[in-house]
């Protein structure tokens, strides 16, 4: 995801329509502002309509989708 001419990413691992998520990256100058929240909810909505459930590896992906539940995609 791009924002203010730097770039947010995921690693993940697709296996079946299991979407294992293992690296949540934001560079520094979008450190704080919320960059990474909003690649993950585009991920959700993402994995959402391709009927996959996810797994989230990564400790920031994981603490998202705590204070993000959504039932109908994680395990």
């Known amino acids: 995801m791009d924002?203010?001419?730097h770039t947010s990413?995921?690693?993940y691992?697709?296996?079946?329509k299991q979407l294992y998520i293992?690296?949540?990256?934001?560079p520094?100058?979008?450190r704080g502002s919320g960059a990474a929240?909003?690649?993950?909810?585009a991920v959700a909505q993402d994995a959402r309509a391709q009927g996959f459930k996810v797994t989230p590896v990564c400790g920031y992906?994981?603490?998202?989708?705590?204070?993000?539940?959504?039932?109908?995609?994680?395990?």
């Open 13 to 16: 691992r697709l296996a079946g």
């Open 37 to 41: 929240g909003r690649l993950m909810s």
């Open 28 to 30: 520094p100058a979008l």
């Open 61 to 75: 992906a994981a603490r998202w989708f705590r204070r993000n539940p959504h039932p109908d995609l994680t395990p």
């Open 9 to 11: 990413f995921v690693r």
């Open 3 to 5: 924002e203010a001419g």
């Open 22 to 26: 293992d690296h949540v990256e934001s």
